[in-house]
């Protein structure tokens, strides 16, 4: 947490403290006209903040531990100063008349209205794209190749991107993603029509999901940096190290194919013909919860399938001229080939690693065997994996 979110903290629990105690005051019996006219006016100044601060939250502050902290202190802050002078003070006489019964009413209603306010704009969920708070968290937009992106930087170290799978969001990897930022910057990025960045009139490849992948990295003044790519995304990492070899160190890719022979057979059926329908709900709603355009839904589907219809694959030749050590992971019961993925870890100088769970389950589910392939691959250092290639276990 930086010094400019704790002086954002300190001045809104200030501000709510400063406005419950002014409310309190308007729950005092008046005894002329001039003393009405005054509790109106704490009345006004003392609403503000539960109008403005959930406002102000999400214009200072990113989404994370920060905005929550910041909206937890400034509610208990309201409390105090709106039921603590009140309940202190001995003087019960202010109760006496209906009015004053419906002000200290408002006042409690006011306090539950604003603990309603900081709920809607905290997310509690922690897999749903919405930004998890890790140290050192940044999360924001950038404008590339037309495209609003989103982004995601947890942690300090050198630079290790993750690349969702289609239909996913950047939230898949929050089960990872503690353990990845303990000792790297991780960085997530949410690609076109995808979690927070909305689609825009093109269509989807994986080699244009490359360039602007690239184009962002480079626009945050990344040069370099590690790549995992899971599924769809392992396919943009391929692309990465074919259209930006220079950008690329090592990849791991996770339930990854280069080409549209890796599949179980009618799996490629599914993907060039789906019904925006037929998706498990957690998929659907994961997208619908954080997706600028939740409408977007059934657009996505259609343009993906187009995409897998007329793919931008990878020959042998290309993958044989990746330089960057790769790591290639599949579950036992994947989507994915085992013969194929074999010839594919062979292709890039590299041996097959496989791992139990289905097409996502060890990535989102029983992810500990996962997360200790990736420590063992990525803490290696390159010019070491590149003697003689990375040997997966």
Avoid at 155 to 172: N, Y
Wanted: glycine share 8%; proline share 5%; aromatic share 8%.
């Amino acid at each position: 947490m930086n010094i400019e979110n704790i002086l954002l903290i300190a001045t809104g629990t200030i501000t709510t403290l400063v406005a419950g105690v002014y409310f309190s005051k308007t729950l005092q019996p008046t005894q002329s006209a001039n003393e009405e006219s005054q509790n109106r006016f704490f009345f006004v100044i003392s609403a503000l903040p539960v109008i403005l601060l959930p406002l102000a939250s999400y214009l200072s502050i990113n989404e994370g531990s920060a905005r929550f902290v910041f909206l937890l202190a400034a509610s208990a802050a309201y409390i105090i100063g709106v039921f603590g002078i009140t309940l202190v003070s001995r003087k019960r006489e202010r109760f006496r008349t209906p009015r004053h019964v419906i002000r200290a009413g408002a006042a409690a209603l006011t306090t539950i209205l604003f603990f309603t306010a900081c709920l809607s704009v905290f997310k509690l969920e922690t897999n749903t794209g919405a930004c998890l708070p890790i140290e050192e968290t940044i999360c924001s937009y950038a404008s590339v190749n037309g495209l609003t992106m989103y982004y995601e930087i947890h942690g300090r170290g050198e630079p290790l991107v993750l690349l969702h799978g289609e239909f996913a969001t950047g939230g898949m990897f929050y089960q990872i993603l503690p353990g990845l930022a303990k000792h790297r910057q991780v960085i997530i990025i949410e690609q076109q029509g995808h979690g927070h960045t909305a689609d825009i009139n093109r269509p989807l490849s994986f080699s244009q999901m490359a360039d602007d992948t690239a184009a962002l990295l480079q626009q945050i003044g990344i040069q370099q940096a590690d790549f995992f790519g899971y599924s769809g995304g392992g396919s943009v990492a391929l692309q990465l190290a074919i259209r930006h070899p220079g950008m690329v160190q090592k990849i791991a890719l996770a339930s990854a194919v280069y080409d549209t022979n890796g599949y179980y057979p009618g799996i490629l059926d599914g993907l060039k013909n789906p019904s925006p329908d037929s998706f498990p709900p957690i998929v659907r709603e994961t997208y619908l919860r954080v997706a600028p355009n939740p409408d977007g839904w059934k657009t996505l589907v259609e343009k993906t399938a187009a995409m897998a219809a007329q793919p931008d694959i990878l020959t042998a030749e290309q993958l044989q001229s990746i330089k960057a050590p790769t790591l290639v992971i599949i579950g036992d019961h994947d989507i994915i080939m085992p013969d194929y993925a074999s010839r594919m870890a062979g292709l890039l100088h590299t041996d097959l690693v496989t791992l139990p769970g289905d097409h996502a389950s060890y990535v989102v589910g029983q992810s500990q065997p996962l997360l200790a392939k990736l420590h063992a691959f990525f803490d290696v250092s390159v010019s070491a994996a590149q003697q003689g290639g990375w040997l997966g276990e």
